[in-house]
């Protein structure tokens, strides 16, 4: 399919035949997507429908191009009131430069079919790319564009390494609300500066230790890691009814993987509202004392990260006291990473 940019003749190619980062499964409904499909009729709704995001999802190719564009077609054109619409259904684009995945430039979306220039006017030397698709939305299809006159392939590149993959569960705040943009979720900061894929099952307001999720994730013996980010999301009661029997799930068919538990960081409003600040460290504690008494029954390989630093402590880091900015972002990375490094090294 050829278009007209400029002076600058556009080729587009189907993305279909380009790798895929970040799916727990091959066995979706459709390609673009997390769930596999037997869960349609199994999970929760609400569940199923989130999982219809591509959320944590990246293409990997490589071209020579002077010009990189996109055609993608979204399921809802979603809108919020407090995430940027490039975060939410716009794509990010990052280079290997040697050392580093760097980005880019976005995709801002306009409405359900989108065609963007996302860069022009580079040397025309080959480039190893790196596409993010949008937190929370949906792509139905989406097409790579370039110079007709160049060529795009397969990536040459082994990374980000698909080897022991991270697999993360959580919430919104996993889902990467409210990223101003698709590279900026903690799983994908993660993912570029391991170069390693991690695999994003947040769930908007629905982190809630469905045990159909727990067996998703154990079926995946590869696993290098599994990262628990449920709290904000579970009430006190199921924090002490289900933690344990969704980690049991999980550790059914790999015993020895690593799972790092995640308290629910201390959100910045409840500095000044008791009710959330009591909710929120109480939650906290059952986790420890659960991560404790899984200790206590012989489980191995359990770590455990406090909400001490996740966020930092200038409550500069919200966009609404709850939901992370990139700053947000940036440092629940980091303190990820720091728990990562002290896990790989024990």
């Known amino acids: 399919m050829l278009a007209v940019s400029g002076y600058t003749q556009t080729q587009y190619y189907n993305a279909l035949k380009f790798p895929l980062l970040g799916k727990i499964t091959d066995t979706t409904e459709t390609h673009y997507e997390r769930l596999p499909a037997y869960l349609k009729t199994i999970c929760r709704p609400q569940l199923w429908q989130l999982g219809k995001n591509t ?3 990246a293409l990997r190719f490589r071209s020579n191009s002077t010009q990189i564009s996109a055609k993608w077609d979204l399921l809802g054109d ?5 995430m940027t619409a490039t975060g939410i259904k716009g794509l990010d684009l990052y280079a290997w430069n040697g050392k580093s995945w760097q980005f880019v430039n976005t995709a801002r979306p306009v409405a359900k079919n989108n065609e963007q220039v996302i860069i022009s006017n580079m040397l025309p030397k080959e480039r190893e790319y790196l596409l993010y698709l949008p937190l929370y939305d949906r792509v139905t299809d989406i097409s790579i564009g370039i110079d007709s006159t160049a060529f795009i392939d397969v990536p040459n ?3 980000p390494s698909t080897k022991n993959p991270i697999v993360c569960y959580g919430t919104s ?3 990467g609300g409210c990223a101003t943009r698709a590279g900026m979720s903690y799983t994908n900061i993660l993912e570029r500066r391991l170069n390693r894929e991690v695999i994003n099952l947040g769930f908007s307001g629905n982190g809630q230790l469905d045990y159909e999720i727990a067996e998703l994730m154990g079926r995946r013996t590869d696993a290098g890691l599994f990262i628990l980010d449920f709290i904000p999301n579970v009430t006190l009661e199921q924090v002490r009814d289900k933690t344990a029997t969704f980690v049991k799930k999980l550790r059914t068919h790999n015993p020895q993987i690593p799972i790092l538990f995640v308290e629910s960081i201390l959100f910045p409003h409840s500095a000044f509202d008791v009710k959330m600040y009591k909710t929120v460290t109480d939650k906290n504690k059952a986790l420890c004392q ?6 206590e029954e012989g489980y191995k390989n359990l770590y455990y990260l406090s909400a001490e630093n996740l966020i930092g402590k200038d409550e500069e880091t919200t966009v609404d006291g709850i939901h992370l900015t990139d700053l947000g972002f940036i440092r629940f990375a980091d303190e990820l990473q720091k728990a990562l490094h002290k896990i790989k090294n024990r």
């Open 173 to 175: 705040i996993t889902q």
């Open 290 to 295: 659960e991560y404790q008494k899984l200790q």
């Open 78 to 82: 979603v809108n919020m009131n407090h």
């Open 157 to 159: 590149l082994p990374y």
């Open 55 to 57: 959320s944590g999802l």
